[in-house]
Nanobody, 134 residues
């Protein structure tokens, strides 16, 4: 059974930084895509950053590019989302999720934020709230 356990998050002032963590257990796929998603109140869930395990390539949505960085510590089986220069509009619930190559192929998806489908991900973390407020 696969578990994604999230930690981090909280409340910071605009311009501040936060790091989200997602520890995974029970995952057996050798290649997969990791995505960090967010969902603001009243809005749809959207992917903000992705990382493909096959070649370690990373991608970020345009509205977080240069501010958010996705990374992975294989020894700890943990994925991270480093968020800098946070803005009030970054306030949302943040989720980590993963999808295998096989599942991506069902809709010809790629490991990029504008390609991942929320309903196409295999496993999700429980989410963590990030609030940016002065």
């Amino acid at each position: 059974q696969v578990f994604l356990v999230q930690s981090g998050g909280g409340s910071v002032q605009p311009g501040g930084s936060l790091t989200l963590s997602c520890s995974v257990s029970g995952y057996t796929y050798s290649t997969y895509c990791v995505g960090w998603f967010r969902q603001a109140s009243g809005k749809e869930r959207e992917a903000v950053a992705t990382r493909y395990s096959g070649d370690s390539s990373t991608y970020s949505a345009d509205y977080v590019k240069g501010r958010f960085t996705i990374s992975q510590d294989n020894a700890k089986n943990t994925w991270y989302l480093q968020m800098n220069s946070l803005k009030p509009e970054d306030t949302a619930m943040y989720y980590c999720a993963t999808v295998s190559d096989e599942s991506l192929s069902l809709y010809d998806g790629t490991c990029r934020p504008n390609s991942l489908r929320v309903d196409g991900m295999d496993y999700w973390g429980d989410g963590t709230l990030v609030t940016i407020s002065s």
